[in-house]
């Protein structure tokens, strides 16, 4: 059992997302051990890229700012093997498949499996092309994790059926971003899901509150928080730890007991 599949043992699966190198690499690493001990149990790192083509403005900014002090792939890592200094708690890159490239794919899981890097969610990777990268990283065992969007259940159904790691199941249609209210039947989508595979439905995008974790958490094997933790460290900068403490802690209580 690998730590990706660990993480789901037994309980509800909170995982917190945030951007390498906003505001610093140093702030990374100190917010990746705080997201931890406040109870998340996977964390995504994202590897900033200029054109983030999934990401709302509040992801784009972060990217920005992070590529604005020259933080590169190395760079984060080099973070990444400083967290692990201190913690076991999975790791997921989330980034696009020109910066995988670029560096080599076969360097890149390569390297992804040396610092403990234990998943890797690429946005622009449809389906159809995920050959492209899949013997690199079933080699240096680094789980792809599937994106499934409310779509076709004959599609739903094709994606779910060759996932690993944990599934990662858009609320809604769109880019990242905090929303009011998740409308799209989840539900249903999940039972899609579960007719063909027993790895887990994580749920990401809009959702902010402890109220829509503990509703998503419910029909659902975890849940994804991204936007809301970004803003946080926009807001906080290198001193958001105790917000992000604060926050986590909520939002991972929420799924508890149920």
Avoid: W
Wanted: hydrophobic share 40%; proline share 4%; with cysteine.
């Amino acid at each position: 059992m690998n730590k990706i599949t660990e993480a789901f043992k037994d309980k509800k699966t909170f995982i917190s997302f945030l951007t390498a190198g906003d505001p610093s690499k140093e702030c990374t690493v100190e917010y990746i051990l705080a997201m931890e001990n406040a109870g998340a149990d996977i964390i995504e790192i994202g590897i900033p890229f200029s054109d983030p083509i999934a990401e709302g403005p509040v992801i784009q900014d972060a990217n920005i700012r992070a590529l604005s002090k020259g933080i590169n792939t190395d760079d984060i890592f080099d973070l990444v093997e400083d967290v692990r200094k201190k913690s076991s708690v999975p790791l997921v890159f989330l980034t696009y498949i020109n910066p995988v490239f670029h560096y080599g794919y076969e360097k890149f899981f390569k390297k992804c499996h040396d610092v403990g890097v234990n998943g890797i969610i690429i946005p622009d990777l449809p389906y159809e092309e995920k050959g492209e990268i899949s013997k690199f990283a079933k080699k240096h065992c680094v789980d792809i994790i599937s994106l499934i969007a409310p779509t076709s259940k004959d599609r739903i159904r094709m994606i779910a059926k060759e996932a690993t790691g944990f599934i990662y199941l858009v609320s809604s249609m769109g880019v990242t971003g905090v929303r009011n209210e998740i409308t799209t039947d989840l539900r249903e989508i999940i039972d899609e899901i579960k007719n063909v595979t027993d790895v887990p439905v994580a749920v990401g995008f809009g959702i902010n509150t402890p109220e829509q974790s503990k509703k998503i958490a419910k029909i659902s094997d975890g849940v994804i928080v991204g936007s809301a933790i970004v803003k946080i460290i926009e807001k906080q900068g290198s001193n958001a730890k105790q917000y992000l403490q604060e926050y986590v802690t909520k939002m991972k209580n929420a799924t508890k007991d149920l």
